[in-house]
């Protein structure tokens, strides 16, 4: 046995199990699936040795668990890895945080070794962010099945629909940073990646027959190749909040001071903002413009501990923006979809490009969305392609969808061209 198997067969003594003699009800006999045993990586020089051993295989699945909803700012917790004969979960947090988690770095990087998530764009924003890693060969699960048009996308509906099998589902909201890890966590982050492989190689079967394989890996490498900005605190994301731009200037300055507040609150108690006041809350607050602790306590939302906590701090917030007046809204804030008001010519042909989209949709078994959405139609509309070729200077569409639908595009938009826009 070569010295990398002998350490994780060694490991395997260290696997989280159920007690002896512990038994399930009926309903968790039916649902957690009797998994293979799965090794947790504590240490670097564990993780550097599964690393290596990665680096042999043609196909690895992933997936990774981060605590957003408990902390401010969310970090890789849980790295899920599963071969065909073996799964691991690795345990960054142990080692000193993500960024131990470099190892990894060539597998997912590696051309030669197809990588499996099922809905990537989150995993792979918080490991390019934590860890700094680059991906090539890429197969997303989720994507495979937005493109076949299956009604429901999520991991356990697929897994059901093909293996007849149901996955955990109780341990959705934990917190993944709290040590040590549950049995039930662990068994639960297994089950995530525990069939990933064998499912990944059913759906591209299904898009090869449908011959919608180039669309999917069009999709991966566009994912792979895709940056996000550096974290940064938008100071206009109040005007995000439902109904905040209903509000007069003066209650739109109070919301904005409660914002800041509310985020100062978060970032010490290291809690997401939501947690320490919803945004139903903060919009009550600065409707209602309350001038003590009891009419603070009024406020739907608002506990004796906050007044407690923050009580004094909220209601200088609601002084200081009651003072002010919100000046003109930003047009470029962010929190607008930047859209043109459309001509009655270019909304003619967004009507006409919806009707085309909503038969071929019909036709593919897909969601109209998937197929082309609203913004890229809407791109279409105001370049009036008059060719196939001008389809290639619209950004918004997608290379595998101008290349298969472009000449039924320009038909279209022209078949709206030469109408006269129709009199009351």
Known sequence: MSPLGSRLAGALSLLRRRPPGTTLNARQAETIPQLPDYVCIETRDELEKLSRSLLQESVVAFDTEADSFYHYYDKTCLVQVATRKQMFLIDPLTMGGPSELDPLGPVMASPDIRKVFHAAEYDIY????????????????????????????????????????????????????????????????????????????????????????????????????????????????????????????????????????????????????????????????????????????????????????????????????????????????????GRRRMDRRTERRMNQLKRWRAKRAAELEMDPGVLCPNSALEAVAWRRPASVEDLHDVGELKSWFAREFGAEIVKAVSATQDEAPKSG
């Open 126 to 337: 918080v490991l390019k962010r934590d860890c700094g890693f680059e991906f090539a060969n890429l197969f997303d699960t989720m994507i495979s099945a937005q493109l076949l048009g299956y009604p429901a996308i999520g991991l356990a509906a697929i897994i059901e629909r093909h293996f007849h099998k149901s996955l955990p589902k109780d341990e959705q909201r934990s917190d993944w940073s709290i040590r040590p890890l549950r049995d039930n966590q662990l068994a639960y982050a297994a089950a995530d990646v525990k069939y990933l492989i064998r499912l990944a190689e059913k759906l591209e079967r299904e898009l090869r027959k449908r011959k919608r394989l180039d669309w999917a890996h069009e999709e991966f490498a566009a994912l792979t190749r895709r940056a996000w900005p550096t974290r940064e605190f938008d100071k206009l994301g109040y005007l995000k909040i439902k109904g905040s731009r209903n509000l007069d200037p003066q209650r739109l300055a109070v919301l904005r001071e409660l914002f800041l507040v509310r985020d100062k609150r978060a970032r010490e108690v290291d809690r997401p903002p939501f947690k320490v006041l919803g945004n139903r809350t903060l919009l009550e607050l600065a409707q209602q413009l309350p001038g003590d602790s009891e009419e603070l306590r009024r406020i739907k939302g608002v506990t004796d501990l906050i007044i407690r906590r923050m009580g004094r701090d909220l209601l200088t917030a609601v002084e200081r923006g009651a003072k002010k007046r919100h000046g003109p809204l930003p047009k470029a804030s962010g929190t607008g979809t």
